[in-house]
C-alpha cells in the first residue's frame, strides 16, 4: 500500500481531504437533486467511508458497508444507532441478506473496481433493488477538453479504473435503465470532473 494509500485509509485524514476539497453547497446539491432521499425509505451506501453524507439524510433507514475497519469504526462513532455500519470486503457482499433498498448509493466506488467486480456488483445490487428505486453514483471521469489539472487528479487517483462518463453509462446500461446523466466540474475548490448517474431497475 502507498503512503498516500494509509494516510487516505485514516479516517481524519480522509474526512479533512473531503471536506478540504468539495465546494461549499456540493453535497447538498448531490442529496437535493440527485438522491432526492424521501422520510421512510431504506438507503444502502456501499463504500460508505465515514458515512458522512448521512448529516444530509433525515427520516429514512440507513444501512452503510464498507471494507475499512476505521472508516466503520468512525460512522458508528459519530451517528451511533442512526445508521447500521458493516466492514465488508466488495468481494464478500451477499446483498440479498439484507432485504430490498429504496436507494443504493455508489459515491467515488466504480472508478476503484474492474469490469468483473462492477458486473458482479451490479448483480447483487439487482437482487435487492425496490421495483421503483434508484441508484446514484458518482465517479471522477476523464473527458474531452476537461481542464488539465481536472485530468492529472483523476489519473493520479487511488483508484485504478478511472473511465470516462461514457464507458460508465454502457456499465450501467447493462444492467440498469439511466434516468439522468451529468458532468460536472466545479464541485470541488479545484479542477475536478464528475460523472454522475441516477439510474433505475430496467
Not at 448521512?54 to 442512526?82: C, M, S, W
Not at 468481494?91 to 466504480?110: P, T, W
Request: hydrophobic content about 40%.
Amino acid at each position: 500500500m502507498s503512503v498516500r494509500s494509509r494516510l487516505l485509509s485514516v479516517p481524519l485524514v480522509y474526512d479533512l481531504l473531503q471536506n478540504g476539497i468539495s465546494r461549499s453547497g456540493s453535497r447538498d446539491w448531490l442529496v437535493n437533486q440527485v438522491i432526492r432521499p424521501k422520510t421512510g425509505q431504506r438507503i444502502l451506501d456501499i463504500g460508505c467511508g465515514t458515512a458522512k453524507i448521512l448529516n444530509r439524510l433525515n427520516g429514512i433507514q440507513y444501512f452503510g458497508i464498507d471494507h475499512n475497519p476505521k472508516y466503520v469504526e468512525k460512522a458508528r462513532e459519530r451517528f451511533g444507532t442512526k445508521g447500521e455500519f458493516h466492514c465488508i470486503e466488495i468481494e464478500d457482499i451477499h446483498l440479498e441478506r439484507i432485504g430490498k433498498f429504496d436507494v443504493v448509493l455508489l459515491l467515488g466506488v466504480l472508478h476503484h473496481l474492474d469490469d468483473a467486480t462492477i458486473r458482479r456488483l451490479f448483480g447483487q445490487i439487482n437482487l435487492v433493488l425496490s421495483p421503483d428505486g434508484v441508484v446514484v453514483t458518482i465517479d471522477p471521469s476523464l473527458e474531452s477538453g476537461q481542464h488539465p489539472i481536472a485530468r492529472l487528479l483523476a489519473i493520479l487517483d487511488r483508484g485504478k479504473f478511472v473511465r470516462n462518463s461514457f464507458q460508465y453509462r454502457e456499465f450501467l446500461e447493462s444492467s440498469f435503465s439511466v434516468q439522468s446523466q451529468i458532468v460536472r466540474d466545479d464541485l470541488n475548490r479545484v479542477p475536478y470532473t464528475h460523472a454522475i448517474f441516477r439510474v433505475s431497475k430496467q
